[in-house]
């Protein structure tokens, strides 16, 4: 049986690296933070006697040996990054439920044939640098390994550099290897498992995302002295599109979900007229026509309004994620673990993007969920009990068994 107090301990002491005054976490990617907590995570792993590998793009690989060395592993982990005002268990959580898996299996003296190995991934949330699952993408060769290493966060500094200046630029290979089965853990990040009393979803699919980066230009002038009618005023325009993306999503029923959230304004001084304005899009669907054809309403609309108003416009997608069914036997297999556990268990469906998505392609992946407190995530007031963390590890540590002792 899962220890549920020592799983809880993990959490708090995780939750210490980056701690924010309001009870969260701030551990961006690469930065100091995610240096200590990766630290702590290998000396926890080293402790469960696993052996480490780092790869060349900085994901930890902790092996618990099995019966059979020529098998491929089963894997499980998440992210221990984090947004910038984010919460103490998205990602962590993943990464310590692997952990609590190993420290049972090692307390009860139980083998498994194929080894089991815990994976932390680098730069899941994407908030930093250019693009989100940065770690999973390479691993999964869905973008190259000096694409993401070249790309810089908003002071110039690069991924490669910070990488190798947190002392995490590994010697091994990113990816490359068979997988037998793959299973993460995470809070919902949603409100159904906690309105319905479940503590464990057994997740189907997650939703498809298009991201972008625009940029939009007008003339710096002077906010005393350009009268109102001969402005090009680039934040003015961001902001009609901001208005405009918001309306896009509401032509569909039901709507997608498009969010702009990051903006840069240039010179983002308070009496000059902004030249430069970039801001991001992030937009969600299950369905990946609708999605495109969001994406069209979108860019149709914000370049009327550049146009309308004098300014230029470019737009560049960062990312297009086409949503995922996760493998049927793995979403099953938590449907089983939990029924035989008598843990109450209902399928949903991942609003979020998570690291799964990109080894589903690769490997026989699934997810599972426990409920957050209302549903609040990417928020320093995220909370998740520790009954259900430790149901969800429970279903996860027979999940992974299963897997790990199949033909
Ligand atoms: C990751 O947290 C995402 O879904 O953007
Ligand atoms: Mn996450
Ligand atoms: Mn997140």
């Not at 405009?244 to 304004?265: K, L, S, Y």
């Not at 999605?291 to 960062?318: F, H, P, V, W, Y």
Request: glycine share 10%; with cysteine.
């Amino acid at each position: 049986m899962i220890n549920r107090d020592r799983l809880w301990q993990s959490h708090m002491e995780m939750a210490k690296i980056g701690a924010t005054p309001a009870g969260g976490v701030c551990r961006l990617a690469l930065s100091d933070e995610d240096k200590v907590s990766r630290d702590l995570f290998i000396s926890w792993a080293r402790e469960a006697g696993c052996t480490i590998r780092i790869d060349r793009v900085g994901n930890i690989f902790a092996r618990r040996a099995g019966t059979d060395p020529s098998s491929p592993p089963v894997i499980t982990g998440s992210h221990l990054d984090t947004q910038p005002l984010g919460g103490r268990f998205d990602g962590a959580y993943g990464v310590l439920a692997g952990l609590e898996v190993v420290r049972t299996l090692n307390d009860a003296g139980t083998e498994t044939r194929a080894p089991i190995d815990i994976v932390v991934w680098t730069d899941e949330e994407g908030c930093r640098f250019s693009s989100k699952t940065m770690g999973s993408m390479v691993f999964a060769g869905k973008i190259d390994e000096d694409e993401v290493r070249a790309a810089t966060d908003p002071d110039g500094k690069s991924f490669g550099a910070e990488l190798e200046r947190i002392g995490y630029a590994g010697s091994e290979a990113c990816g490359g290897f068979p997988i037998k089965a793959y299973f993460e853990n995470h809070i919902e990040q949603g409100p159904l498992l906690e309105q319905e009393g479940i503590p464990v979803g057994a997740v189907v699919g997650a939703q498809g995302q298009r991201c972008f980066l625009v940029t939009v230009t007008g003339e710096e002038g002077h906010a005393g002295t350009v009268p109102m009618d001969q402005r090009k005023d680039s934040f003015l325009g961001a902001a009609r599109m901001a208005d405009a993306i918001n309306r896009a999503a509401f032509q569909f029923d039901p709507p997608p979900v498009a969010t702009v959230a990051h903006v840069r304004v240039r010179p983002n001084s308070r009496n000059t007229i902004s030249g430069e304005t970039v801001f991001t899009i992030d937009s969600r669907y299950p369905d990946a026509d609708k999605l495109l054809q969001l994406e069209e309403a979108m860019s149709a609309a914000c370049k009327e309004i550049a146009d309308n108003m004098g300014l230029g416009i470019e737009i560049a997608r960062t990312s297009i994620a086409a949503p995922v069914q996760f493998n049927a036997g793995c979403v099953d297999a938590v449907r089983r673990a939990a029924e035989a556990r008598d843990i109450p268990c209902m399928d949903v469906y991942s609003g979020a993007g998570h690291d799964a998505c990109k080894i589903a392609d690769l490997a026989p992946t699934g997810m599972i969920f426990v409920p957050c407190e209302r549903g609040i995530s990417h928020n320093e007031a995220e909370n998740a009990t520790p009954d259900d963390l430790a149901a969800g590890t429970q279903v996860l540590l027979d999940v992974v068994v299963e897997a790990a002792n199949a033909d």
